[in-house]
């Protein structure tokens, strides 16, 4: 299938490949809420073992896999601490207090890179009669406001070996940890052994239509089915997904790296500084956003704004070369202007 758009505003907007849809049309399913669809059942196995964990939940949104996953790791009342620009606050709808009655506390970081000598000193301690307690730390790797960033191994794993010590959860909003590794070579399972729980979303550069998966010690699984279940996201014939998602990581991990490289190839060609792009986003500073993303969509070219002097490009599974050169002719050409 072919698509005369270039559509550059998120991985989210890939729609499945033809060798995806025959998974999904002959996934072996059954009702989940049973425990009993296969191929959910093999995804959440499987994922699991990636990250280094006893057990996993698929889920239908990252904002669930986040939002749960931080519920198993702080109480109502207590507070989760992370960047000012981390999707769990910036973009869940205040999930954590409208949903789960949790507090949250941001610091600002230099670039939204992880400092963790930063985030400790702002850590709170359990039973002081004045302070709210903070029970986890949120990261995200890699950043998404942060234009993609890896974030740096040195840092997760001091705040990895702080956090054992002060009885302080670690989660990790993984929504584009696959690209992290990819980029940097580090594994899956050394993130994964770097969080208490962790949440991973299909759905964005692995390209499948659907779903994130929660990954945690089973204890912690358990109690996550349960909140599944209350918040509405139980799903019976769950493997057509699922299955969505086992075929992206047989057939869409390794070439994140295209993405990669062609988001390199993005910001070379528009005057960006190719050293900032770490994986697959490119953000343009100081452009006129609305002006130049209402002219490039009149050409068939679609950016985010993320803000009024700020634009961003996302490279993904339905942007091949030529959508590459395409978007560089068109968006150059408005930046010249
Ligand atoms: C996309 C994304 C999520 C989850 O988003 P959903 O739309 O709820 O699936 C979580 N964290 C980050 C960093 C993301 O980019």
């Known amino acids: 299938m072919t698509y005369s758009l270039v559509d550059l505003r998120s991985d989210t907007v890939t729609r499945p490949t033809d060798g995806m849809r025959r998974a999904m049309a002959e996934a072996e399913v059954?009702?989940?809420?049973y425990g009993e669809d296969a191929c959910v059942n093999a995804l959440e196995e499987r994922v699991a073992d990636l990250f280094g964990h006893e057990a996993a939940l698929f889920v239908p949104s990252g904002t669930m896999g986040n939002q749960i996953g931080m519920r198993l790791v702080c109480e109502p009342g207590q507070e989760v601490l992370g960047d000012a620009e981390a999707h769990v606050v910036t973009y869940e709808m205040g999930a954590a207090a409208a949903v789960f009655g949790l507090s949250t506390?941001?610091?600002?970081?230099?670039?939204?890179r992880l400092d963790a000598a930063q985030l400790i000193e702002q850590v709170r301690p359990r039973g002081d009669w004045h302070l709210t307690a903070t029970a986890a730390?949120?990261?995200?790797?890699?950043?998404?406001r942060g234009g993609g960033l890896v974030q740096p191994l040195d840092q997760l794993q001091q705040l990895w070996d702080w956090s054992r010590g002060a009885g302080v959860a670690v989660h990790l909003d993984g929504?584009?940890?696959w690209n992290a590794a990819v980029a940097s070579g580090v594994p899956l399972s050394t993130y994964g052994r770097l969080a208490d729980t962790a949440s991973v979303c299909l759905s964005k550069g692995l390209g499948a239509p659907v779903g994130s998966v929660l990954v945690a010690g089973a204890?912690?699984?358990?109690?996550a089915r349960l909140w599944r279940k209350r918040l509405g996201g139980g799903m019976r014939q769950a493997g057509v997904l699922a299955a969505a998602g086992l075929h992206a990581l047989d057939h869409h991990l390794d070439r994140l790296a295209d993405d990669h490289a062609r988001a390199?190839?993005?910001?070379?060609?528009?005057?960006?500084?190719?050293?900032r792009v770490e994986t697959n986003m490119v953000v343009l500073e100081d452009v006129a956003a609305p002006v130049v993303a209402e002219a490039a969509r009149a050409q068939g070219v679609l950016v985010g704004q993320v803000g009024p002097r700020r634009i961003r490009l996302v490279t993904h599974?339905?942007?091949?070369?030529?959508a590459v050169d395409r978007a560089a002719t068109v968006l150059g050409d408005l930046l010249r202007r």
């Open 137 to 144: 730390i949120a990261v995200e790797n890699t950043h998404n």
């Open 105 to 112: 506390r941001t610091v600002v970081s230099a670039g939204c």
């Open 219 to 223: 204890e912690r699984i358990a109690a």
């Open 264 to 275: 390199r190839t993005l910001a070379e060609r528009l005057g960006a500084d190719p050293s």
């Open 175 to 177: 929504a584009r940890v």
């Open 317 to 322: 599974l339905d942007v091949d070369d030529a």
């Open 30 to 33: 059954g009702d989940d809420v």
